[in-house]
């Protein structure tokens, strides 16, 4: 894959597809995301224990399936055969947990564009990084970015992978610092950073820009219209949201 030089990113970027309006993480979620007016939307991939990249935000099966434990434990057919939606709607349903490889699909048929955060999978985040990586490296029609928390994986996607876009997360200060966070992009071409919303401020987002880093936001709760209104103030390039309908149009 020839990736572009240059990826605009969209102001609104629809998180684990639109979870507060769908399961997370799920083709319907996905779906409906594209469906009310967002071209963008960031998911959460992992290994299975035959290799195949799933969806998958939380170590474990047990928040969002009637399943439990590791997902690096199960086949991807014993993973499909949970139910992906109870945990949303309280009740049984017939919503499972994608392949990776669905999502691109549905992307393809849909005009979507893709954010892929490459999740920590316990011993696994190499392979877990060069198995998603088989499957995007040449797929053309679909804006994709790399993301991750974990710094083994984003190490791994840009060095396998240098042509493409790529983000690293922070969501506290912790462990790396603002320095920290540039350097680590400046020295391994990350064009995109990620911060908690609670991390920002007008002097770190400046200081950010200073190095031509696009910034994305987060927050664990919806960023309401005021709140998105601020963040674009600053400088802010992207914000995730669980539920966009009052944010629709407005950018």
């Not at 102001?11 to 007016?37: M, Q, W, Y």
């Not at 998958?56 to 992906?84: M, N, Q």
């Not at 910034?215 to 709760?221: A, M, R």
Request: with cysteine; net charge neutral.
């Amino acid at each position: 894959m020839t990736q572009k030089k240059t990826l605009k990113l969209p102001k609104l970027i629809g998180h684990r597809g639109v979870k507060d309006l769908c399961p997370e993480n799920t083709l319907e979620s996905i779906a409906r995301a594209f469906e009310i007016g967002l071209n963008f939307v960031e998911i959460d991939v992992k290994i299975s224990r035959d290799k195949v990249p799933i969806l998958l935000h939380d170590d474990t099966l047990d928040r969002t399936t009637d399943g439990s434990g590791l997902a690096i434990d199960y086949d991807y057919e014993s993973i499909k055969k949970l139910d992906a939606g109870r945990f949303f709607y309280k009740k049984n349903t017939n919503i499972f947990v994608p392949k990776l490889e669905d999502i691109l699909t549905l992307c393809n048929n849909k005009n979507g564009n893709l954010n892929i955060e490459l999740k920590p999978n316990k011993n696994f985040e190499k392979e877990n990084t060069y198995q998603i990586y088989k499957l995007t490296k040449n797929i053309n029609k679909v804006e994709i970015f790399f993301s991750s928390f974990d710094m083994t994986s984003i190490l791994e996607i840009s060095k396998i992978y240098p042509q493409s876009f790529r983000s690293f997360l922070l969501d506290d200060f912790k462990e790396y610092n603002i320095d920290d966070l540039i350097n680590i992009s400046i020295n391994n071409d990350l064009k995109i950073c990620g911060l908690n919303i609670d991390l920002i401020t007008a002097d770190i987002i400046k200081k950010i820009k200073k190095s031509n880093i696009s910034i994305t936001v987060y927050s664990d709760k919806n960023i309401n219209l005021s709140s998105a209104n601020d963040i674009f103030s600053i400088g802010v390039d992207s914000i995730f949201v669980d539920n966009p309908i009052d944010l629709l149009g407005k950018f």
